[in-house]
Nanobody, 117 residues
């Protein structure tokens, strides 16, 4: 069973940094694409960042230049380093894993990020 679990969320102040982590199990991690999404109450899920099985990265305009997505295949983990956090970054962040673009086999339950001003 493919499983991913997020961690690292919390309450921070504007301008602070936060590192979100995603631990995967039940899959051959090295061949999976990984991504981060976020969602706030009453709004649609928003794409945040993507990293392919080969390390190609894609960022949303909202976090580009402030965030870095990475993966450690030896540890079956994927991380999102977010710097200069803004109140508008407040959301529940979800980790997703999949083998095809636009298709994900597993979603985490989310980790809350709250940025106060």
């Amino acid at each position: 069973q493919v499983n991913v679990i997020e961690s690292g969320g919390g309450l921070v102040q504007a301008g602070d940094s936060l590192r979100l982590s995603c631990a995967a199990s039940g899959l051959t991690f090295s061949i999976y694409n990984m991504a981060w999404f976020r969602q706030t109450p009453g709004k649609e899920r928003e794409f945040v960042a993507f990293i392919s099985n080969e390390g190609i990265t894609v960022y949303s305009d909202s976090v580009k230049g402030r965030s870095t997505i990475s993966r450690d295949n030896a540890k079956n983990t994927m991380c999102l380093q977010m710097n200069n956090l803004k109140p508008e970054d407040t959301a529940v962040y979800y980790c997703a894993a999949g083998q095809r673009l636009g298709s994900y086999d597993a979603w985490g339950h989310g980790t809350q990020v709250t940025v106060s001003s």
